[in-house]
């Protein structure tokens, strides 16, 4: 099986930098795109950024500019520098990954516990 455990969260002031991590673990052969998303009470998860396995990346508009999204496949982790914070940008930061298992077919995605980001003064 695999566990993905995000974590780097906390609270950080407007302004400031947070880099949220997503360890993968498991019998994993190869780990493909992989996702952000963050969810606040009430409302639906919504996508923050994407990353291939190629490496080839994309953003959710509001967040463009802003938070990096990166790989070290040799660590099998996945990271999201967050700059120039906002309130709005708090959240609960969840990651999704298709991710093959050694000996087995298919890449099916999992997600993470995820982590609590508080940007307020």
């Known amino acids: 099986q695999v566990q993905l455990v995000e974590s780097g969260g906390g609270l950080v002031q407007p302004g400031g930098s947070l880099r949220l991590s997503c360890a993968a673990s498991g019998s994993i052969s190869v780990i493909y795109t992989v996702r952000w998303y963050r969810q606040v009470p009430g409302k639906q998860r919504e996508f923050v950024a994407i990353i291939a396995a190629d490496g080839n990346t994309n953003y959710e508009d509001s967040v463009k500019g802003r938070f990096t999204i990166s790989r070290d496949d040799a660590k099998n982790t996945i990271y999201l520098q967050m700059d120039s914070l906002k309130p709005e940008d708090t959240a609960v930061y969840f990651c999704?990954?298709?991710?093959?298992?050694?000996?087995?077919?298919?890449?099916?995605?999992?997600w993470g516990q995820g982590t609590q980001v508080t940007v307020s003064s």
């Open positions: 999704n990954a298709d991710i093959a298992l050694i000996g087995r077919l298919g890449a099916p995605a999992y």
